[in-house]
T-cell receptor, first 113, second 112 residues
Framework: EAGVAQSPRYKIIEKRQSVAFWCNPISGHATLYWYQQILGQGPKLLIQFQNNGVVDDSQLPKDRFSAERLKGVDSTLKIQPAKLEDSAVYLC???????????FGPGTRLTVL | AQSVTQLDSHVSVSEGTPVLLRCNYS??????LFWYVQHPNKGLQLLLKYTSAATLVKGINGFEAEFKKSETSFHLTKPSAHMSDAAEYFCVVSDAYYKLSFGAGTTVTVRA
């Protein structure tokens, strides 16, 4: 069974630039999550999708972050414009329905200069 | 609200000796608890999970954890450390909607 795929694996941008991350969950998983993991901290949930609807985006900085999950499969997380404090690893995870264990992708490491 | 506190930010052990990673949790109801491991530049991997069945939970790679409600603890142990156990470990609590709250992590180093 293929795992959660994410791309790119690494991204370096200047502050105020835009960036997008892509996630392809495990086939058949209804729930998709995006997490932000700042160096030295545990992952923090940014947004949770159930199929293509948003379940929880209370921790998403909506003035600069956006996410979508078209057709209930792939998802894209965008940051526009990026700030220095956005430097982190962005993890995508998926889980089956009903949600139980979450399966994580390898993450995208973002560096904002 | 729910949260976890990992009591050690860094643990260093010699190869072949026991490993103990400590975790206390706070939850307003009977929680589900997990331990995840993260190797450098790799995704998070589930080691084990507690979901109100047996209080002693066995996981992969020889790890186990014991749920102690009276102490609100979920400590992770392994009898004999291996070099490949060097990684970051996260204790995680889940609410009724499977929203995960992560601890700050414990970095494990293994000395030869």
């Amino acid at each position: 069974e293929a795992g959660v795929a994410q791309s790119p694996r690494y991204k370096i941008i200047e502050k105020r630039q835009s960036v997008a991350f892509w996630c392809n969950p495990i086939s058949g998983h209804a729930t998709l999550y995006w997490y932000q993991q700042i160096l030295g901290q545990g992952p923090k949930l940014l947004i949770q999708f159930q199929n293509n609807g948003v379940v929880d985006d209370s921790q998403l900085p909506k003035d600069r972050f956006s996410a979508e999950r078209l057709k209930g499969v792939d998802s894209t997380l965008k940051i526009q414009p990026a700030k220095l404090e956005d430097s982190a690893v962005y993890l995508c995870a998926s889980s089956p329905q009903p949600p139980n264990e979450q399966f994580f992708g390898p993450g995208t490491r973002l560096t904002v200069l | 609200a729910q949260s976890v506190t990992q009591l050690d930010s860094h643990v260093s052990v010699s190869e072949g000796t026991p490993v103990l990673l400590r975790c206390n949790y706070s939850s307003s109801y009977s929680p589900s608890l997990f331990w995840y491991v993260q190797h450098p530049n790799k995704g998070l991997q589930l080691l084990l999970k507690y979901t109100s069945a047996a209080t002693l939970v066995k996981g992969i790679n020889g790890f186990e954890a014991e749920f102690k409600k009276s102490e609100t603890s979920f400590h992770l142990t392994k009898p004999s450390a291996h070099m490949s156990d060097a990684a970051e470990y996260f204790c995680v609590v889940s609410d009724a909607y499977y929203k995960l709250s992560f601890g700050a992590g414990t970095t494990v180093t293994v000395r030869a």
